[in-house]
């Protein structure tokens, strides 16, 4: 009997082990991070080969600092322009699938806001839209939606006319 209660007592031991190992790691891999507050302010329209600034306002609302990692957008919106520039310069910028990524790595101290500039080169006639996201470290993010037409250029041609 001595044997069997050791026994039942270590796999008991064990099992409580397992468990606290599960929901570590469950923790660890569902934990949220705080996220930024964002806004964005862009034309709603443009001009073929018509330049735009795209803004992205991130805020930290919360009482400690917060890290802008990157900003995410989807290539559905990027076909219609050319990224001109960034301000602030990103440390980095990729390709990954569907969307293009401007890293940053900006901590925000509480209640600090930062402007992401995206300026924007109309480069196709259509309406263009799709996802922004603006990421935490941990890749928690929130997404905002652009949308702006790129018309014709007044004279009702795409290219401009040679003799103005």
Not at 46 to 58: F, H, P, R
Not at 73 to 98: E, H, R
Not at 106 to 113: D, G, I
Request: with cysteine; hydrophobic share 45%; glycine share 6%.
């Amino acid at each position: 009997m001595t044997k069997k209660k050791g026994l039942v007592g270590c796999a008991a031991v064990s099992a409580v082990f397992v468990i606290l190992g599960i929901v570590g790691i469950w923790y660890f891999l569902l934990r949220e991070e705080p996220t930024l507050m964002v806004t964005m302010n862009a034309p709603n329209e443009v001009e073929m080969n018509g330049v735009v600034d795209l803004v992205i306002t991130a805020t930290n609302p919360h009482p400690e600092p917060v890290v802008l990692d990157s900003v995410d957008i989807n290539n559905d919106f990027l076909k219609g322009f050319q990224v001109v520039n960034v301000q602030p310069t990103p440390s980095d910028s990729m390709s990954v699938f569907v969307l293009k990524s401007w890293s940053f790595g900006s901590e925000l101290q509480p209640n600090e806001s930062i402007d992401i500039k995206f300026t924007l080169k109309a480069i196709k006639v259509g309406r263009f839209e799709g996802e922004i996201d603006v990421c935490n470290p941990n890749q928690d993010f929130i997404t905002l939606f652009a949308d702006i037409i790129v018309n014709e250029t007044k004279s009702g041609s795409a290219e401009p006319s040679p003799n103005p």
